[in-house]
């Protein structure tokens, strides 16, 4: 009972540090996860299980591993912004892959980055003809980007002299039944407006409503719990699918 308690406290502990310490060293792990970042993560996150789990030793030598990880990568994320070359060295640099349709083999080789994978990605960004590339580039956190030949590329409405539309994002009105008032304000509407709003759709209460959101285009999205039951007897029920 005894260690379990410990483990307990030293869980709490480890995830406590864990959390200050990736905040400290921000997104950068998460948004350009390369192999070395990999690697740090995997031994940072060992280091705290065994700070967890460990009741042989104390926990002070752990929570001194993991502290003189994270200042390392901190280092080494200052390294890189300050000096060219080290974030080269560290972090890699894009490569192209293809040129003009063609597949660059002798770098895929040096890369020892197989031509399958190449296809895996391209087929990912919805490329399946080679022909079509003008260039490839391999990111350094592996992500393939595409730029198509002019002759292959997406027709935009800019293209055709459209005038586009109104574009941006819905602001939740109703969630779950809950007025969120905060919202409403920010569209300058009240609840009297709200409630006329839904005495046009023939609802009563927001207890009937689960989300309500206002476009950009001023639309309302409007779904209702009594949408899930009468969507659920639909599919159930053999008379009323005949």
């Not at 307990?8 to 480890?14: C, E, K, L």
């Given at each position: 009972?005894?260690?379990?308690?410990?483990?307990?406290?030293?869980?709490?502990?480890?995830?406590?540090?864990?959390?200050?310490?990736?905040?400290?060293?921000?997104?950068?792990?998460?948004?350009?996860?390369?192999?070395?970042?990999?690697?740090?993560?995997?031994?940072?996150?060992?280091?705290?299980?065994?700070?967890?789990?460990?009741?042989?030793?104390?926990?002070?030598?752990?929570?001194?591993?993991?502290?003189?990880?994270?200042?390392?990568?901190?280092?080494?994320?200052?390294?890189?912004?300050?000096?060219?070359?080290?974030?080269?060295?560290?972090?890699?640099?894009?490569?192209?892959?293809?040129?003009?349709?063609?597949?660059?083999?002798?770098?895929?080789?040096?890369?020892?980055?197989?031509?399958?994978?190449?296809?895996?990605?391209?087929?990912?960004?919805?490329?399946?003809?080679?022909?079509?590339?003008?260039?490839?580039?391999?990111?350094?956190?592996?992500?393939?980007?595409?730029?198509?030949?002019?002759?292959?590329?997406?027709?935009?409405?800019?293209?055709?002299?459209?005038?586009?539309?109104?574009?941006?994002?819905?602001?939740?009105?109703i969630y779950d039944g809950i007025i969120i008032d905060a919202n409403l304000k920010q569209t300058s509407h009240d609840r009297t407006w709200l409630f006329s709003e839904l005495k046009k759709l023939n609802i009563q209460s927001t207890d009937e409503v689960f989300y309500m959101a206002l476009n950009p285009d001023?639309?309302?999205?409007?779904?209702?719990?009594?949408?899930?039951?009468?969507?659920?007897?639909?599919?159930?029920?053999?008379?009323?699918?005949?």
């Amino acid at each position: 009972m005894f260690e379990s308690f410990v483990v307990f406290v030293r869980g709490i502990i480890a995830f406590g540090t864990l959390l200050i310490f990736a905040r400290l060293i921000g997104k950068q792990q998460i948004s350009q996860l390369n192999f070395f970042d990999y690697i740090m993560g995997i031994t940072i996150g060992s280091i705290a299980a065994s700070l967890t789990i460990d009741l042989t030793s104390s926990a002070w030598p752990h929570w001194i591993g993991l502290l003189t990880w994270t200042i390392a990568v901190l280092l080494l994320q200052i390294i890189t912004v300050k000096s060219r070359k080290a974030s080269k060295y560290f972090d890699g640099e894009p490569t192209i892959v293809i040129m003009n349709g063609k597949i660059m083999e002798n770098v895929l080789k040096k890369m020892r980055y197989r031509a399958d994978d190449l296809m895996e990605q391209l087929r990912q960004k919805n490329v399946f003809d080679i022909t079509q590339v003008q260039f490839a580039i391999l990111e350094k956190d592996g992500e393939l980007s595409v730029i198509k030949k002019p002759e292959f590329e997406n027709v935009t409405k800019k293209d055709l002299h459209i005038q586009p539309g109104i574009t941006g994002i819905a602001t939740e009105l109703i969630y779950d039944g809950i007025i969120i008032d905060a919202n409403l304000k920010q569209t300058s509407h009240d609840r009297t407006w709200l409630f006329s709003e839904l005495k046009k759709l023939n609802i009563q209460s927001t207890d009937e409503v689960f989300y309500m959101a206002l476009n950009p285009d001023g639309t309302i999205y409007t779904d209702l719990y009594r949408d899930h039951i009468d969507n659920l007897i639909d599919i159930t029920d053999p008379i009323k699918q005949n």
